[in-house]
C-alpha cells in the first residue's frame, strides 16, 4: 500500500513513520508512507498557504489552490482515483472497521489541515471522505493521520508475525481484551490468577473469555450490545452477573 500525506509540516511525521510497526512495515515494502510538503504547490513566491476569511472573523483558512493542485498530481501521478482522506473534527469517526476497510486499498492520500480549517472547495472538489479519530480539538490533522497510518499498517499482509493474533485482539472480537500476566507469579502480594498457572488450555480459554465479556459489559455495554452472543457467552454473563449481585 502507499500512502501520500499533505502536510504544512513534513517533519512532524519523521520519526513516527521511522519506528516501530511502521518503520518495519515501510522497510518490508508492505507500505510506502510520502509525506509532502503543501508549500510545494504554493503559487506564489512566499510559498503561501493560508489567508483571511471571506466574512470576517479570527484566524486563518487554508487557500483551495495549494491543496486542490496537490491532490491533483498526486492522483495523475498514481494513474488511478483513490480516497482522498481529510482529517477533521467533522468527520465521520475513524474505527477498527474503517481501518479495515482503509488497508484494502493500494492507495490512500491523507490531508492535514491547519489554522481554523481548509476552504470549503477542497472538500468539494478533491476530497472523498472526512474522518476523525475522535471528540476533541487538535492543532492539526498530523497526529490524526498518523493514528490512520498505524491503524492500517498493522493490517497489512506480512507486517504482523502471526495474522491470527489479529482475530483475538480487542475489537478484532468485538470484545474489550482479558487481563494479561506475566513473571514473576507473586509481587508485592498481588498474584496471578491460579487458572493461568494451571496450564489447562480449555480452562484457561473459558476463564479469559469471562474476563473480556466482564470488562466489555462494565466498561463499553455499547460493544456488548452490538455481539451476537453465543448460548456460552450468555451462560458466562449471566454467572457475571450471579457474581456482582453476591459482591
Ligand atoms: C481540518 C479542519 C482532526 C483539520 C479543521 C483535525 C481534530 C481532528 C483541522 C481543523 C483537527 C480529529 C484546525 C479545526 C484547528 C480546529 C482549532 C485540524 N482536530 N482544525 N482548529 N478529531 N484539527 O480527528
Known amino acids: 500500500m502507499r500512502i501520500e500525506v499533505i502536510t504544512i509540516f513534513p517533519d512532524f511525521f519523521t520519526s513516527p513513520l521511522d519506528c516501530s510497526i511502521v518503520g518495519r512495515a515501510r522497510q518490508s515494502e508492505a507500505l510506502a508512507v510520502e509525506v509532502h510538503d503543501l508549500r510545494n504547490w504554493a503559487t506564489d513566491k512566499h510559498r503561501v498557504v493560508d489567508d483571511y476569511p471571506y466574512g470576517g472573523g479570527a484566524g486563518m483558512v487554508m487557500k483551495p489552490e495549494p491543496l486542490i493542485l496537490a491532490v491533483e498530481d498526486l492522483l495523475s501521478k498514481a494513474g488511478r482515483d483513490c480516497p482522498v482522506i481529510l482529517l477533521t473534527p467533522q468527520g465521520q469517526?475513524?474505527?477498527?472497521?474503517?481501518?479495515?476497510?482503509?488497508?484494502?486499498?493500494?492507495?490512500?492520500?491523507?490531508?492535514?489541515?491547519?489554522?481554523?480549517?481548509?476552504?470549503?472547495?477542497?472538500?468539494?472538489?478533491?476530497?472523498?471522505?472526512?474522518?476523525?479519530?475522535?471528540?476533541?480539538?487538535?492543532?492539526?490533522?498530523?497526529?490524526?493521520?498518523?493514528?490512520?497510518?498505524?491503524?492500517?499498517?498493522?493490517?497489512?499482509?506480512?507486517?504482523?508475525?502471526?495474522?491470527?493474533?489479529?482475530?483475538?485482539?480487542?475489537?478484532?472480537?468485538?470484545?474489550?481484551?482479558?487481563?494479561?500476566?506475566?513473571?514473576?507469579?507473586?509481587?508485592?502480594?498481588?498474584?496471578?490468577?491460579?487458572?493461568?498457572?494451571?496450564?489447562?488450555h480449555q480452562k484457561i480459554h473459558r476463564w479469559r473469555y469471562k474476563q473480556a465479556l466482564r470488562r466489555t459489559g462494565k466498561r463499553r455495554p455499547d460493544l456488548l450490545e452490538q455481539l451476537e452472543l453465543t448460548e456460552d457467552a450468555r451462560e458466562l454473563l449471566a454467572e457475571i452477573d450471579t457474581e456482582c449481585k453476591q459482591g
Open 93 to 200: 469517526q475513524f474505527d477498527q472497521s474503517k481501518a479495515e476497510q482503509l488497508a484494502k486499498q493500494e492507495q490512500l492520500i491523507l490531508i492535514c489541515g491547519h489554522y481554523e480549517g481548509v476552504d470549503e472547495r477542497v472538500r468539494q472538489s478533491v476530497v472523498t471522505e472526512e474522518l476523525s479519530i475522535g471528540d476533541y480539538i487538535l492543532t492539526g490533522g498530523e497526529p490524526a493521520a498518523l493514528v490512520v497510518i498505524e491503524a492500517v499498517a498493522r493490517l497489512l499482509p506480512g507486517v504482523l508475525g502471526n495474522p491470527a493474533s489479529l482475530d483475538s485482539e480487542s475489537f478484532g472480537s468485538g470484545l474489550l481484551e482479558y487481563p494479561h500476566y506475566t513473571r514473576p507469579a507473586q509481587w508485592r502480594g498481588m498474584s496471578v490468577p491460579e487458572v493461568l498457572l494451571s496450564g489447562h
